[in-house]
């Protein structure tokens, strides 16, 4: 019997799309999905070190913090004061050299992207319907949907973040491979603009729309315009749907602690690099304010106070921290007040079960509230 239902499962997969088999086999998403997956490599410049403060790794964390670290099995922590590493650490097996997945802190990545693109004019304004970059959405059933509501998740379109669902909506957009295939299939559920609602196809079909208003994959532009200006010391692995293909722009953009930190030493600096305004001050003005769009059935009104273009904006205890996020605690936190930038990689961020899914960010909090404490004592 039971070799008639393990048959019975094979022959399932074997009949059912490469996206449900490979969700089968590979399950939940993990750190080096590189080892499985296509992805196309965002080329590094001239190198630009990070430099390593007079105090680097003499800072002792306090107990709870570490122990917080170590229930949630982080991989790599990094802290840098006034743009200089202080603390640095990593798990045996990882190094400042190892690349793991961010997922969705690649959001704000599309984020800072959609600044340079409307710096460079590529794009007219953020309110620019998607259909004027992408034809497909030029139809009735999607000619509403702008950048801006990809910026917002506030497009209405009928996707749904079914996590444990293998033939759900996430599962293609992970492990499918035909991204622009899927993305056309999307319809109005509610009037774009309408409410937000946490949704990975938004910001992918912001990364569609932004290699056609460019003319270059959204490698391309990211290794010119902004790995490369960063001085970023590997290249980054962008999981691609397949060989060739196009980037999973909600997510997958592979690279280490200290290059990731980057984009949080360009976001404190509204978007300067050492003297070069790679992204104009005031889109980063505009991409660090709450949305607010909270009108909707299921507007949460203190979720969309915590969301700008891509960014969640913390505020943790009020001192106006803002972060590049991805599931299972991946985080570029950015703490302005006291000049601090954060790395957080590792395997979950959640210490009871229940509270994966959440939106509590306990974690976050708690590596945010530590590091105020240590530095409010300078």
Not at 153 to 180: C, E, F, I, W
């Amino acid at each position: 019997m039971k070799r008639i239902l393990l048959a019975s499962l094979v022959i399932s997969i074997v009949l059912c799309s490469c996206q449900f088999a490979r969700t089968v086999v590979y399950n939940d998403p993990g750190l080096q999905d590189f080892k499985f997956m296509p992805y196309s490599k965002v080329k590094t410049g001239e190198y630009q070190p990070l430099p390593e403060a007079s105090i680097y790794n003499t800072m002792k964390l306090p107990d709870s913090l570490q122990k917080a670290l170590t229930q949630t099995q982080t991989v790599a922590f990094l802290v840098l004061k006034h743009d200089s590493i202080v603390y640095e650490w990593y798990a045996p097996g990882y190094s400042d050299s190892s690349r793991t997945n961010p997922f969705s802190m690649t959001k704000s990545i599309m984020s800072i992207l959609t600044g340079i693109a409307l710096k460079e004019g590529k794009i007219g304004s953020v309110d620019d319907p998607i259909g004027k970059y992408y034809a497909p959405y030029q139809a009735d059933s999607l000619s509403r949907v702008t950048i801006k509501h990809c910026l917002t998740m506030s497009t209405g379109l009928n996707y749904h973040d079914q996590y444990l669902n293998p033939a759900g909506h996430v599962a293609k957009l992970y492990y499918g491979r035909d991204l622009y295939k899927f993305v056309n299939t999307m319809k109005y559920e509610k009037p774009s603009g309408y409410e937000f609602r946490y949704k990975n196809v938004d910001p992918q079909i912001l990364g569609i729309a932004l290699t056609k208003a460019t003319g270059m994959s959204m490698t391309q532009y990211a290794s010119e315009k902004l790995w490369q200006p960063l001085g970023a010391a590997h290249d980054a692995w962008w999981l691609t749907d397949k060989k060739d293909g196009m980037e999973k722009t909600y997510c997958c953009f592979h690279t280490d602690a200290r290059d990731i930190a980057r984009i949080g030493i360009l976001y404190e600096h509204y978007g300067n690099w050492h003297g070069t305004q790679i992204v104009d001050s005031s889109y980063v003005r505009a991409s660090l304010t709450p949305i607010n769009i909270c009108d909707g059935e299921h507007g949460d009104t203190v979720i969309c106070k915590r969301y700008g273009y891509l960014w969640w904006l913390r505020n943790t205890d009020g001192h106006g921290d803002f972060a590049a996020d991805g599931m299972k605690g991946q985080y570029v936190g950015v703490m302005p007040d006291k000049g601090i930038v954060f790395v957080r990689l590792g395997l979950r961020d959640w210490y009871q079960t229940g509270h994966r899914f959440g939106h509590y960010p306990f974690l976050y909090k708690t590596i945010a509230r530590s590091l105020r404490q240590i530095f409010d004592k300078d």
